[in-house]
């Protein structure tokens, strides 16, 4: 989005956004709940695991950050549940809210570019990619099972494993030295699991790793449990939000969003 500000210089532009995309996915997903999670700090678990956990990101900027609480009020007030938990990542509120709904609903779409949950990708399952900053004229994307073997080389199942493998810049988890996606992959569809690639580490190619995974067992099992995500965080009044339009409306015009009153009443008024 461009920079959109309030006659008073509060920025604007991520709640725009975030409304646009909301209502894009209502228009063309016709969902019939909605629930969005939030990140509050990091995971207590991986941090403890592995003290620079996510070290590497950087703080986001100011203007963002004071945006995500009316980002928050303007989600519920829409009728969408919002889930947030101390000491757990959103994505694990996610992966719980899928495994609670796998076998409830038709189908689930996942809205997240984050490869990590890519792993709960099955039947009935989808992962739902929003269009790339750098090449925003891809689209939208919805990743099957097929899908995500066809981007990744790999089985949904497998994901967790692979990132172990080759880490995950994005979280500050290093992978094993020299192994890359081609080989990780390789050695995936070979021998299925890391266990798998544990017991047939005699047989590995390149050779040179051979001796080197048997080595490293420890640090993979530690990747391994870093990248997998947790599914048994229990949510309430999931999907169930409540939709208030006089407190959104309301709420639209502190943030002086005019034509977004006039569109969420004529798309909630009927």
């Not at 001796?211 to 999931?238: A, C, M, Q």
Request: charged content about 25%; glycine content about 8%; proline content about 5%.
């Amino acid at each position: 989005m461009p920079e959109l500000t309030r006659q008073d210089g509060f920025h604007t532009n991520a709640l725009h956004g975030w409304l646009r995309t909301i209502w894009k996915l209502e228009d063309d997903e016709q969902p019939c709940a909605i629930s969005a999670f939030f990140d509050l700090g990091g995971s207590t678990k991986r941090e403890k695991l592995h003290e620079s956990y996510k070290d590497n990101r950087s703080e986001a900027p100011d203007e963002l950050k004071a945006q995500i609480p009316i980002i928050k009020q303007m989600t519920s007030f829409m009728g969408i549940s919002t889930h947030e938990s101390a000491g757990v990542e959103a994505d694990d509120l996610i992966a719980s809210a899928v495994e609670s709904l796998r076998n409830k609903v038709e189908e689930i779409f996942i809205v997240s570019s984050d490869k990590d949950l890519a792993q709960i990708v099955g039947p009935g399952v989808f992962q739902l990619l929003p269009p790339p900053t750098a090449q925003p004229k891809i689209g939208w994307r919805k990743l099957d099972a097929r899908g995500v073997e066809e981007k990744f080389g790999v089985q949904p199942e497998q994901i967790a494993e692979y990132l172990a493998l080759i880490g995950d810049s994005s979280d500050n988890i290093p992978g094993l030295k020299g192994v890359g996606p081609k080989t990780a992959t390789a050695w995936l569809q070979k021998f299925k699991t890391l266990q798998g690639i544990f017991d047939n580490s005699g047989r590995l190619n390149p050779k040179r790793f051979q001796g080197i995974v048997h080595e490293s067992k420890d640090f993979l099992l530690r990747n391994l449990e870093l990248t997998t995500l947790e599914v048994d965080h229990p949510l309430e009044n999931l999907g169930n939000g409540e939709l208030r339009l006089e407190e959104l409306c309301k709420l639209l015009a502190e943030m002086e969003m005019a034509n977004s009153i006039r569109t969420a009443r004529q798309r909630y008024s009927n």
